[in-house]
């Protein structure tokens, strides 16, 4: 009673963290496309300037996230979750300070260069850990539920940080206030979050290194091994991937996955500034509908879906309505189709958490932060990708010099993308898991 009691009370504080942190960075997403073109074309509804880099931004993210990511959830595997969550925390606070003091463009250039250079570290890493987090202290039968409810209040904290922007007077006061409640968040993640709970990790590592003492005191022993590494290389996040074909399908569809979002991300923006004229407050009403939409799918409609739809079919039903809601919003003729496209979020939302929940079972208790950290630093490699492709698409067709009259073409692609993931899922056949759910039994709730 007594574990489940603090169980519940960490993954309480967990949710907290992740919600305060994603509040405090989901608030300036409305705003940031203002500033960027007010700073880079100020009084033009199309900038190619703040388009590309843009872009350029997101590739050196990617690079980097695709080598921190599986570092630090390899990290996280042998130093504990919750020192490792400390880092990105922390450095994602700094590029808002600079924002929040200044918008002018040298500033902005300043706010530019630390914000890619921090977010090589920051960008996918809480949510990495956050999962692993959640995979040490949550049964397998529960997972696909544990991770959408995760999912679920990170959509909170995207509907509440839009809200707050929609009614905040200026962009000023929209960069100190998320400054400050990101501090907050460090503060009350380093106070209130306990280390997560990995006594089968640690038991499976102590079986494993008396086993190798055990063998090195043997005089006949032959097979000696080396001490294991903290750091993973090249070699290890592939022997990662052919472990399991399911992990390695699994692989495919979040590269894709993220291709297309990604894709989707970068070029919705500047498209309904371009085609509809939309500033902050419109672009917020936007957010807040995809969040609405993503709390009541990831708290209420994927828990009960899970009790009786494995996750492989609920990756598949995510996928395909992803694809859906990009499209229209790629064929959008008025803003009331806009707002229509983004209604489709309800169930566009199912492939993360479920994706999640799949590569959590083909991996064993000591290496859930590694599995995350690989799937994640492949969602970066995509973000590596994905600017190449649809920043220069965005940039053409939003432009006079066009081959041919379709400015959400770009869109187009990111959904082709999403649909080759889709296809992908349907090949998914998960195998049992990798490890019997011995550490936690069925009787576990989750509770927010």
């Known amino acids: 009673m007594a574990e489940k009691t603090i169980m519940s009370s960490g993954l309480g504080h967990l949710f907290m963290t992740v919600f305060v942190f994603n509040f405090a960075n989901y608030m300036v997403v409305p705003a940031i496309t203002d500033v960027s073109m007010a700073a880079l074309c100020p009084g033009e509804d199309e900038c190619s300037l703040a388009i590309y880099l843009t872009g350029v931004q997101q590739a050196i993210t990617g690079m980097g996230s695709l080598v921190m990511m599986p570092l630090i959830g390899n990290l996280s595997d042998h130093y504990g979750r919750k020192v490792m969550l400390t880092v990105p925390m922390l450095l994602s606070t700094l590029p808002l300070v600079i924002l929040a003091y200044s918008r002018e463009r040298n500033f902005f250039y300043a706010y530019y260069g630390l914000k890619t250079l921090t977010s090589m570290i920051c960008e996918g890493g809480v949510l990495c850990l956050a999962n692993a987090y959640l995979a ?43 400054a400050a ?41 032959t ?29 495919i569809v979040a590269f894709f996955s993220s291709l297309g979002e990604l894709g989707l ?13 939309w500033n902050k407050d419109q672009f917020a009403d936007l957010l807040i509908i995809n969040g609405v939409a993503g709390i009541i799918s990831q708290m209420v409609l994927m828990p009960l879906l899970a009790r009786v739809i494995n996750e492989e079919k609920i990756l598949s039903i995510g996928l395909i309505f992803n694809c859906i809601h990009i499209c229209l919003y790629s064929v959008a003729w008025s803003s009331w189709v806009v707002y229509v496209a983004a209604m489709f979020q309800i169930l566009a939302v199912f492939a993360g958490p479920s994706l999640r929940s799949i590569v959590s079972k083909q991996v064993g208790p000591t290496e859930q932060g590694k599995a995350q950290g690989c799937i994640t630093g492949l ?8 600017p190449l492709i649809f920043s220069p698409l965005t940039a053409l067709f939003l432009s006079d010099n066009a081959p041919f009259v379709f400015p959400g073409f770009s869109l187009v692609c990111a959904a082709f993308a999403v649909m080759i993931a889709f296809i992908q899922s349907l090949m998914i056949r998960a195998p049992p898991p990798s490890v019997p759910d011995s550490k936690l039994d069925d009787s576990v709730s989750v509770e927010v």
């Open 136 to 178: 040490d202290n949550v049964a397998l039968s529960r997972r696909a539920s544990a991770f959408g409810i995760l999912s679920g209040i990170s959509s909170c904290s995207f509907v509440f940080g839009n809200l707050s922007t929609r009614f905040l007077p200026s962009a000023a006061s929209v960069f100190q206030v998320s």
């Open 181 to 221: 409640v990101a501090m907050v968040s460090v503060v009350y993640m380093r106070i209130f979050l306990p280390e997560s709970s990995m006594e089968a990790a640690v038991i499976a590592a102590s079986s494993k290194e008396e086993s190798v003492n055990d063998c090195l005191l043997e005089k006949g022993c």
């Open 223 to 251: 097979n000696n091994r080396r001490p294991s590494r903290t750091t993973p290389s090249l070699h290890d996040s592939i022997a990662l991937l052919r472990s399991s074909w399911t992990f390695s399908q699994a692989a």
């Open 265 to 277: 991300y970068s070029a919705l923006l500047y498209y309904l500034k371009a085609e509809f004229h």
């Open 379 to 386: 969602c970066s490699f995509a973000s590596i990708i994905s």
